[in-house]
Antibody, heavy 121, light 110 residues
Framework: QVQLQESGPGLVKPSETLSLTCTVSGGSMSSYYWSWIRQPPGKGLEWIGYIYYSGSTNYNSSLKSRVTISVDTSKNQYSLKLSSVTAADTAVYYC???????????????WGQGTQVTVSS | QSALTQPASVSGSPGQSITISCTGTSSDVGDYNYVSWYQQHPGKAPKLMIYDVIYRPSGVSDRFSGSKSGNTASLTISGLQAEDEADYYCGSFTSSSTQVFGTGTKVTVL
């Protein structure tokens, strides 16, 4: 049973870079897409981007200029960096696995428990 | 990429059936059978309820069913129970090889 766990600072200052890591346990990272998704307080889910285990990435166009997702399969981890953050980036950040069929992401499961990140000085 | 459109809220009495719609475009819902549905209870992570439009993961009640017609997908909950009260989100693969989620629907059991 694959499990995902987010880790990283819960408080980030405006204009700085948000950095989170997702640790994958109970399974291999091979042949899956590894996603980051966020949820601002009281709002809906927003897909941030994903990385294939080989390193190829795809990002939400609205965040693309500020987002970098990287993977370290030797550690069974992947990471999110979001630069120049503002209060609008305050959210619960989830890491999650995407099921793959060719170049398509069919569904997202399982999800990590989520980690609250607040942007404030 | 705009969010898929869902009704803000749907309600029903115990035992009734309700349906949640999820409207996209020909660049996402309409063009791929990669629509999924997620249930989210307050303070919890989303849980996959339906994938590939109509399929239920192991362990999900058969009271949950999915369908699609054109650019609109639907989730039906039959025999509504108190434990079904939650937020529900649809998701779809897109022609840009990205994922998009719906705006979310709050289900209330009266």
């Amino acid at each position: 049973q694959v499990q995902l766990q987010e880790s990283g600072p819960g408080l980030v200052k405006p204009s700085e870079t948000l950095s989170l890591t997702c640790t994958v346990s109970g399974g291999s990272m091979s042949s899956y897409y590894w996603s980051w998704i966020r949820q601002p307080p009281g709002k809906g889910l927003e897909w941030i981007g994903y990385i294939y285990y080989s390193g190829s990435t795809n990002y939400n166009s609205s965040l693309k200029s500020r987002v970098t997702i990287s993977v370290d399969t030797s550690k069974n981890q992947y990471s999110l960096k979001l630069s120049s953050v503002t209060a609008a980036d305050t959210a619960v950040y989830y890491c999650a696995r995407g099921a793959r069929h060719g170049n398509y992401v069919r569904w997202i499961d399982p999800w990590g428990q989520g980690t609250q990140v607040t942007v404030s000085s | 990429q705009s969010a898929l459109t869902q009704p803000a809220s749907v309600s029903g009495s115990p035992g009734q059936s309700i349906t949640i719609s999820c409207t996209g475009t020909s660049s996402d819902v309409g063009d791929y059978n990669y629509v999924s549905w997620y249930q989210q209870h307050p303070g919890k992570a989303p849980k996959l309820m339906i994938y590939d439009v109509i399929y239920r993961p192991s362990g999900v009640s058969d009271r949950f069913s999915g369908s699609k017609s054109g650019n609109t997908a639907s989730l039906t909950i039959s025999g509504l129970q108190a434990e079904d009260e939650a937020d529900y989100y649809c998701g779809s693969f897109t022609s840009s090889s990205t994922q998009v989620f719906g705006t979310g629907t709050k289900v209330t059991v009266l």
